[in-house]
């Protein structure tokens, strides 16, 4: 059914070469661009991330980061360039089957399901991997018993790294804030992707849940072993965790590469923080 | 641990769900009592039927307005598909089948097949929209149905059922019947729906939507009225979940309607209009949208008070709709909610 192409190497974008050396990257983006009501909000974007990488995404406001991650996860559908998740080519998918594939993610403003339960929330998105029908459900057949169950054990487990197990019952929507930043992760997890897209995880934090966060994003990668790309306006959070660091501005990028170069790039220092000493 | 309870429910929850059952089975007992015992009026006797099938309507309509968050105005549609294809079902069964209450059963599930081939056919342009376009569209589907209907007739001779739209042009042999006569509908159908078979409808009915909403397809149901774009994102399935909701609704107003229809000796499509999917959306509104057992409720008060109001003669439907206005004040006002609480003691002790 999905398109398979050959995988194409673009050495040349890769922010960090030397990791996950001899394995493919988990994705790749080839000068990948859209325009928007006749702007172009993105344009010539490349980027390739590692198995295991993270890469921060980051930019002065309207560069277009959100826009990357909606032509990501195909809410929109980019006009030029490919996506490659795992060596395969995007290129058709909606954003559930890019989801299948692979990337899950968190949203700029928290989207929960507000009125289900929070273990129905991460439940919610186990559910391509339970198999019962319709008539299991209705008749509680074993199936429906043997895979509820399964799936409410393996939600405790995902809501217990953040240690959110004893709210389990309680609506999505009454969660204190910081606490649904975190259900979005455990939702996006349970999806089982390989790479996962947070959008500015921190935005609201004091700068002590921001430290519990970056515990948590470090603690995720090393259980899970996957990749993760962030957009975030916290420059503590995003020079501490992230391996790579990909600038944008005005939907180009003008600067990649390890957080100690992004700090000394004179171009990033222009577009973005030299704003603020003009101010 | 949690395999003890009922696997993924909240205790509030389960208790809520079985709240319901034990209501509905405590009303039904009374109401067989007093209806053995005489205790009923004769009209009164007469509206148990109906009022389980508005029960049935209500609850069916919950799943689309309450659980999956769309707006249908034209319920009526599929209770009118399963009316007249469950009371043909039952005519042509008629010498097959002796055992009224076999026959029944048979009628109500052909009636549910046939209105779940409807909702899954307009489905398929309706769950396309969103929000105000699909609740106009389906209302236009409302009329559609009751149109083609209107002008549907069915026969059976010894060849076999012959139909026509439009006119009558099925030339049935001598000895042949005609069945469904377009806009006379069908007459002359034996009553053979029981107050004891629209309590099982009803039971069946509660039981498919909350075992649903609690399983994995009900939980998608509800994630996509909650947040579409979120739940996309998690890989589910909008469209399919949508129609699954949707059919599974037309499926119980089907069922629904062939025992509405066959409580009655004489059934027209007009009878299933604009006012009657309103009336239904009313029912859900008013006891709460997702509420089973306020829908249930709403339906069977609504539905008595109009008999109860005959004594105003013309101030009826006036006196009907103040009701209505202050029913539904009173149940969306904070205060008068917590003044009603404060009134009552069990009350309290439930909210601890």
């Known amino acids: ?279 | 641990m949690t395999m003890r309870r009922l696997i993924n429910l909240k205790r509030a929850e389960a208790r809520k769900i079985y709240l319901t059952y034990a209501v509905v089975i405590i009303a039904y007992i009374v109401c067989q009592v007093m209806s053995s015992t005489k205790f009923l009026s004769s009209s009164m006797r007469g509206m148990l039927v109906p009022i389980c099938a508005y029960m049935v309507m209500a609850v069916s309509l919950n799943l689309v307005v309450g659980i999956l968050g769309e707006l249908s105005l034209g319920h009526a549609g599929f209770m009118s598909v399963g009316a007249f294809s469950g009371v043909a079902t039952a005519i042509l069964l008629q010498g097959v089948i002796p055992f009224a209450p076999v026959r029944l059963a048979i009628a109500m599930i052909v009636a549910a097949i046939f209105a779940a081939f409807a909702g899954f056919v307009i489905g398929i342009p309706v769950l396309r929209l969103k929000g105000d376009y699909l609740a106009i569209v389906t209302l236009a589907f409302g009329e559609i149905i009751k149109s083609i209907l209107n002008n549907f007739y069915m026969g059976i001779d010894s060849q076999g059922i012959q139909m026509s739209m439009l006119s009558d042009t099925t030339r049935l042999l001598p000895g042949g019947k005609l069945i469904i006569r377009g806009p006379m509908g069908i007459s002359g159908i034996q009553k053979i729906a029981t107050f004891p078979a629209g309590a099982i409808l009803l039971i069946i009915a509660l039981m498919i939507v909350f075992n649903l909403v609690n399983s994995r397809s009900g939980r998608a149901f509800m994630a996509i009225r909650d947040d579409r774009i979120a739940a996309e994102s998690i890989g589910l399935d909008i469209t399919k979940y949508k129609m699954m909701a949707f059919v599974m609704s037309a499926a119980l107003a089907g069922a629904a309607g062939a025992l509405f229809a066959m409580n009655y000796s004489t059934i027209v499509a007009n009878k299933f209009d604009f006012n009657t999917s309103i009336l239904i959306l009313v029912f859900v509104v008013l006891g709460g949208q997702g509420n089973m057992l306020g829908g249930i409720i709403a339906a069977a008060v609504l539905t008595i008070l109009p008999e109860k109001l005959r004594s105003f003669s013309e101030y009826r439907m006036l006196l009907y709709a103040i009701v209505l206005i202050v029913m539904m004040l009173a149940t969306n006002n904070a205060e008068i909610k917590e003044f009603l609480s404060r009134l009552n003691p069990f009350r309290r002790k439930e909210e601890d």
Do not use: W
């Open chain 1, 1 to 279: 059914m999905k398109a398979k192409t050959k995988y194409v190497p673009v050495p040349s974008t890769t922010i960090l070469p030397e990791r996950d050396a001899g394995r493919s990257p988990v994705l790749e983006c080839v000068k990948l661009g859209i325009t928007l009501g006749g702007i172009k909000a993105v344009e010539d974007f490349n980027l390739t991330v590692g198995r295991t990488e993270i890469v921060g995404l980051i930019g002065p406001n309207g560069a277009g980061k959100t826009t990357v991650f909606n032509l990501l996860t195909k809410v929109y559908q980019p006009t030029t360039g490919t996506i490659l998740l795992n060596g395969q080519d995007t290129h058709g998918m909606d954003t559930r089957q890019v989801n299948k594939a692979g990337i899950a993610r968190t949203f700029q403003n928290i989207r929960l399901f507000k009125n289900l339960s929070v273990i129905d929330n991460v439940k919610t998105a186990m559910n391509n991997e339970m198999h019962y029908n319709m008539l299991s459900a209705i008749l509680r057949l074993p199936d429906y018993r043997r895979e509820e169950v399964a799936a409410h054990r393996r939600a405790l487990k995902l809501l217990s790294i953040f240690d959110m197990q004893h709210m389990a019952d309680a609506p999505a929507g009454s969660l204190p804030y910081g606490a649904q930043r975190r259900l979005e992760i455990v939702r996006a997890l349970a999806t089982n992707p390989s790479l996962l897209l947070l959008d500015e995880p921190a935005a609201g934090m004091n700068p002590s849940e921001t430290a519990d966060l970056m515990d948590n994003i470090r603690k995720v990668h090393e259980m899970f072993q996957i990749a993760i790309v962030l957009i975030e306006h916290d420059m503590s959070l995003v020079m501490n965790i992230c391996e790579g660091i990909c600038v944008l501005n005005f939907g180009h990028v003008i600067a990649k590469g390890t957080p100690d170069e992004i700090q000394s790039n004179p171009a990033v220092i222009e577009a973005y923080l030299g704003r603020k000493k003009e101010a």
